[in-house]
């Protein structure tokens, strides 16, 4: 049984979906304000979030890099009442699967859950060899190929190469890279990320990774 999250604090929208929700089998919870979505969402195992942009506290997009940066791959369907197109590139930068405008009626909001519950299983299945262009990550051995060539990282290379393939042509910030590849401990004003970026370009391909300026790095997709 899938497990969805609702960030939403208008209670009459949370309701509605939650109705609709457990009507179609799912398990519910819902989250009122910023604080709690985020607690929620990292501590328990959900399958699914909704998120509101407009909540009290932090807003939604907040949120969602907040949750991005610790690691958290759940699927992400984001509601706004703005029908605005900034709105909508700032929550896909911000690692949002999918999108919806309010009002919108529940069968356009189901339609989305079951395709992004769908592609993220079948995202975990395969989730052994990760691909972009001629580069080939393969996490199970730890193996490295590019072009037909298999070469050797150590294993922060690899584990910063991987950080990269999971997130194409998302903007990763030099804070979140130390967090993920070296951990939080490691001191921010290093430059370590911009050093070993450098390696991974010597060895996969110097356009494989691009600089995004004052912003920090992206996967070229
Ligand atoms: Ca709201």
Known sequence: ????????????????????????????????????????ALDSAFDLLILDIGLPGKSGLEVLEELRGQGEKLPVIILTARDDIQDKVTGFEAGADDYLTKPFRFEELLVRIKARLR???????????????????????????????????????FTLAETFFRHPGQVLSREQLLDRVWGYNYDPGSNIVDVYVGYLRKKLGSDLIETVRGMGYRLKV
């Not at 960030?7 to 709690?36: P, V």
């Not at 262009?133 to 290379?157: Q, Y």
């Open 1 to 40: 049984m899938n497990r969805i999250l609702i960030a939403e604090d208008e209670s009459r929208i949370a309701a509605f979906i939650e109705k609709g929700l457990r009507s179609h089998g799912f398990t519910t919870a819902i989250a009122g304000d910023a604080e709690s979505a985020t607690q929620m």
């Open 119 to 157: 592609n993220h299983s079948n995202q975990a299945a395969d989730e052994i060899v990760l691909k972009m262009r001629s580069v080939t990550l393969d996490l199970r051995s730890r193996k490295v190929k590019v072009g037909t060539e298999t070469i050797e990282l150590p294993a922060r290379e």
